[in-house]
């Protein structure tokens, strides 16, 4: 059993910021990769940001420069900081981890957490 629990998002004034955190619990081996997908009325799910184990990171081309995704592996958290927020940013936001769920597992499982509303707006 494997849970993501997501918190942090909710109604900012544009310019304004959010720290949205993910926590995963239950029995999940070897954590890779661990991001946010965030997914707006009428558009497609997309890849706002994801970080690897050793640290490295990605973004998508808007968040660069303005949001900020970290992990706590002791705790099995990955964070987004998000400042600067625009109205264009207000979406559903994931949580998704990439993990090998047992071992000897071939391959590894995307778990997704519920969402989380982030609205941005005067």
């Known amino acids: 059993q494997v849970q993501l629990v997501e918190s942090g998002g909710g109604l900012v004034q544009p310019g304004g910021s959010l720290r949205l955190s993910c926590a995963a619990s239950g029995s999940i081996f070897n954590i890779n990769a661990m991001g946010w997908y965030r997914q707006a009325p009428g558009k497609e799910r997309e890849l706002v940001a994801v970080?690897?184990?050793?640290?490295?990171?990605n973004y998508e081309d808007s968040a660069k420069g303005r949001f900020t995704i970290s992990r706590d592996n002791a705790k099995n958290t990955v964070y987004l900081q998000m400042n600067s927020l625009k109205p264009e940013d207000t979406a559903v936001y994931y949580c998704?981890?990439?993990?090998?769920?047992?071992?000897?597992?071939?391959?590894?499982?995307?778990?997704w957490g519920q969402g989380t509303q982030v609205t941005v707006s005067s």
């Open positions: 998704n981890v990439k993990a090998r769920r047992y071992i000897g597992d071939r391959g590894e499982y995307a778990y």
């Open positions: 970080i690897l184990s050793r640290g490295s990171t």
